[in-house]
């Protein structure tokens, strides 16, 4: 049978499996005696993906996982005690199995060496005793039924039930049954147990049997017996004549004394939340997602129909429309909620990661993570991790002090990095705090002058502009690069990948008390509230949450700056002007008094303005991605196409503000 | 053709046991845990039953304790899903009142085989 639609389950299930584990050690103190619950949901996980590698042929996987499997086991049963040692081999463990089942996922060679270390590292824990443990399961128990071995002319077996025979669900009948597998059965049944009907029992067995069985081994027979072993008197001794069979060993192993005493926990599992679920391919939802955009293009091209039709038909389709209209957003929100996932899983990581970098960096520190419930797209999460993982080394690495330093500055010696996921409006808010030295305002300004930063040379920069160098590319404050930050990956690329969710990230930080980064980011990608605009020919999109305010300006407000490009006077100061027309090589139509009507969007901190022709209506728009479907186009965000059937370019304010390459000349006004 | 019961905590043993079962012609309830498991048994007949044995909340052994106490279930097969590793689950089960078990890993072929020795 083919194994491979289920090798993509297992491997999911599998992955999630190993982040549970990961938590659960990472939460567990050693030398405290962990609860059992906490051990059992690890040593489930592992045991599961060891029972599944050998059920979907993974041998490799099986055999690694059966030595943590056994070790877990001798923490479950309290043989072993979790310290500091066998904690650190069971995340190493973790992460050699991820290493392992991501191989054979993706087809490329695992790393065997890591392996084979690994599985030393856990030999040695569980003992030389033990070194001989007994093989992975991946061997099959040889089929009960061999019945081409007939030895001689067979065996009498005499097969006594216990009246309780079949509260255990077997059935003499059946195993009768079974025996005649191995070759002809003649049964001769004894009913002299049998008591008079007024007492008869009608549940309970009291019949019993004498079988001469044709055929097969007594090793077979006593296979097709063993689950009644206990349950009834079993006696098989070979026919006269029949060859004699070598001694086979007991077909059972004796029971070892195992937890049989122990009481079962009645224990309610926890309700799940929402209710049951189901899995869905992420294609699938796609699928879905696409479809409704197409839904939602559909329904906007009949609106455009219908402001051309006369005035009762207008009427009446309208009505409908509007209907539509609300059938199709309350559709689109549902579906889109399907994407939604916990940000937990963007959390994933960070446990492990702080407590194995402050161990590098010999200091102690708590992560205090809130707000795993709230939820984001799946895409969202996914691309969160790595900035996420970027944000607290740097936390680890360069805010929160060694512990000496924390004490000299009268602080607790423990750092504390706090992550909080939160809804605002329609974006998530994620904030990452430490209480550790803060940003060193002089260093960062200094360090930016001697790379030359543009704008650094200004002598009346508020904490806010200089903090924000520490996001310029190649920037970096600390004297001597770590292993830890030394990672040629900076915070420009965090802050890009973060822009390139359409999110934005923002630092505040007090001397002495810590620092706050501030991470905020749409809930989904696909669908923007956009405002139609019109340049020339054609027309634009901006997401409508960008836009502070439009205003007719006169060509005389318009100035261009020798180094700075066009500036328009707006509020107390100016602002950057980036003309459509000039970067996409378009013809603008202004009024006949030259005037000209200006947006002012905004973007984090920084403010553009676009000079545009016409402002059209407000809609829902589907964002299409043009990388995907043609190539990126800068200063846009991906295109949309409207209900004419026109594709319209949605524009993207960071971009369009990298793009006209301009620091305000001034700086604005709090608006 | 009977009305079999799966219970695993692992999703891709379920599908799996629900593919083979559903070829082979049979009618699959499938749950993630005891509680599911229970549930599901309390709501509908089964021929037969198929537990694993390590699942949170209520394990396969209690489960088959519980089945048990349920008149419906009190002569229904019940077989747990049991791992070389730990043989004292195989005591452990029929204490419970199981009636009899397969061990993990298992080819989809063993698992009809002796699913086949308890219908009929």
Redesign the interface.
Known sequence: ?D?Q???D??F??SFEGLDIMEQALLALEPGVAPDRETL??V??AA??I???????GLPAV?GYT?DV??LL?RLREGETTLGEEVRGALLESVDVTRGLLAALRDGVEPDAAAVAASTARLQALLGASSGAT?AP?????A??ADAESADGPGWRVRFAPQPHL?????DPA?LI??LEALGPVAAECDSSALPPWSELDP?ACHLQWTLTVHGGSEAAIRDIL??VE?DAEIAIEPLPGAAEEPPAGPAV?P??A???GEP?TE????PARGGSSV?VQTEKIDALIDLVGELVITQSMLLDTARGCDEVTARRLRDGLAQLERNTRELQEGVMRIRMVPIQFAYARLPRLVHDTAGQLGKDIHLDLAGEQTEVDKTVSERLTDPLVHLLRNAVDHGIEPPEARRAAGKPEQGTIRVAAEHRGGNVVIEIVDDGKGLDRERILARARAQGLPGAEREDLDDAAVFDFIFEPGFSTHEEVTEVSGRGVGMDVVRRNIRELGGSLQVASTPGEGSRFIISLPLTLTIVDGQLLRVGEEIYVVPLPAVLESLQVNPEQLRDVAGQGRVCAWRDGYVPVVGLDRLFGLERRPDEHGRTLMMVLESEDARVGVLVDELLEQQQVVVKSLEANYAPVPGSMGATILGDGRVALILDVAGLLALSRERPAIPLAAG | MAAILAVDDSASIRQMVRYTLTQAGHQVADAADGNQGLAAAQRQGFNAVITDVNMPGIDGIELVRRLRALPNYRFTPILLLTTESAPEKKQQGKAAGATGWLVKPFEPQKLLATLDRVLR
């Open positions: 049978m194994m639609p289920f090798l389950t297992f999911e299930e059992d949901a040593f489930r045991h599961s060891k029972g599944g590698s050998g059920t979907f099986a059966h499997e056994t086991d007994d399961g991946t061997a099959m128990p089929a009960a079949f509260t255990t669900g077997n059946r049954r079974d549940e063993e689950w206990d192993e029971a070892p195992g937890t049989a079962a224990r309610a599992a926890p899995r």
